[in-house]
């Protein structure tokens, strides 16, 4: 199995939709004409643009429904009549992993952002505003592996013993979405500080991520524990949820039992388990229906063995 991570797909996870939309929307109030609306598109040069009531995202409306509008002589109608009200949106602070998964599927050229507590339009976002933002993330970060390397990578061979380990724990809660992945990106950069290499870096931060976020997705909490070897790394994520009912089914990739209101606040898309197996040297799942379950996310720092 191929578990190189490349450090697009790292950044991808790391990145929220707010560091890369575009917050200058050109937009339209529901109570807006729609011929109106011709003359909105052509100075901006667009072919749709979202609908707001209060600044709250009501829909969206393009130059299709214009049209139409125009054909059945109805050119004097309500924007917020003939806009299509059932809209696919990001939320700010979802990983840009989530807007990237969102464009494959949909193959939209742009999405709204809102704010996950209000509903309120923020931005949008279109792959171009991705490919930039990465490409700018990709230079800082290079500058600056480059000028501030943490160089603590001797730990191991200062410390006399016969066998070595440092433990990291965090303890994740169920449900605070908002803090979601923090935990996974604070082992992260703890473990650059020690020299760990960019590869291993990526596929351990990708990991933990996903197990971190299946403990938010479908427990009340837990808790993660990293134990890093000079040889290897172990992962532990550990809770007492419901438990995986069919282990086999669950790494199925696009499986996924999270309720419909989780998948709308964009989690839970059923790719965490094939993620995390594919990011591992050695995975084991201890699942007991009712009593919780144990991830082990096992890589090897030194060639495998």
Known sequence: MNREITKVQELAYELTVEQAMTRDVVKVHSKNRMGELREIL????????????????????????FIKCLADGEIDSFVGDKMTREVKTLYEDEP???????????????FPVVERSSGKLVGVIAKGDIIKTLLKELEINYHEEEIHRYRASHIFRDIIADKTTLIFEYDIAGQDFKHAGESASGLKKSLARLGIPPQILRRI????????????????????????RPDEIRVKAVDS???IPDVKKAMQPGFSTAPPLVQELGFGAGMGLPN?????????INSVAGKGTEIEVIIYTQGEK
Do not use: Q, W
């Open 42 to 65: 052509r100075i901006n040069r667009i072919s749709g643009t979202p609908v707001v009531d209060k600044d709250k995202l009501v829909g969206v409306v393009s130059i299709e429904d």
């Open 96 to 110: 840009l992993i989530h807007a990237v998964n969102k464009f494959n599927k949909h193959g939209f050229g742009r």
């Open 205 to 228: 931060a990708i990991a933990t991520y996903e197990a971190e976020m299946n403990i938010v997705i479908f427990t009340s909490g837990g808790r993660i524990t990293a134990y890093i």
């Open 241 to 243: 949820g419901p438990g």
């Open 276 to 284: 995390i197996k594919k990011c591992a040297d050695k995975m084991n």
